[in-house]
């Protein structure tokens, strides 16, 4: 891989792994405006959270902090933890 810089991890891609790594969600689903809205009220306990945790850092090459899944209980705080720690490729 020429480029290792990789793009902001968006919303979509988070709906998109959590889709993949935990799978439908129990409550209110990942339509509509959602940042603020926790994990759990979305249908996704702890557990669900460690397999995106997982599938992202594997996805993305990274290692999250073990606070991710503690901390991070909305997509937004997400998000900031992985755009932390993913260098953002810049439109020149």
């Known amino acids: 891989m020429s480029d ?3 793009s902001e991890f968006t919303l979509e891609d988070l709906k998109r ?9 129990d409550g209110a689903g990942l ?3 959602i940042l603020d809205l926790s994990f759990e009220d979305l249908g ?13 850092e594997r996805e993305r090459g990274l290692s999250l902090e ?5 901390e991070a209980n909305t997509p937004r705080l997400f998000l900031e933890f992985v755009n932390g720690t993913v260098p953002v490729a810049r439109a020149s």
């Open 44 to 56: 996704y306990d702890s557990i669900a959270l460690l397999e995106t945790v997982g599938h992202v």
């Open 31 to 33: 339509d509509g405006d």
């Open 17 to 25: 792994v959590l889709l993949a790594a935990a799978g439908a969600p």
């Open 4 to 6: 290792t810089t990789l």
């Open 66 to 70: 073990d606070s991710v899944v503690a």
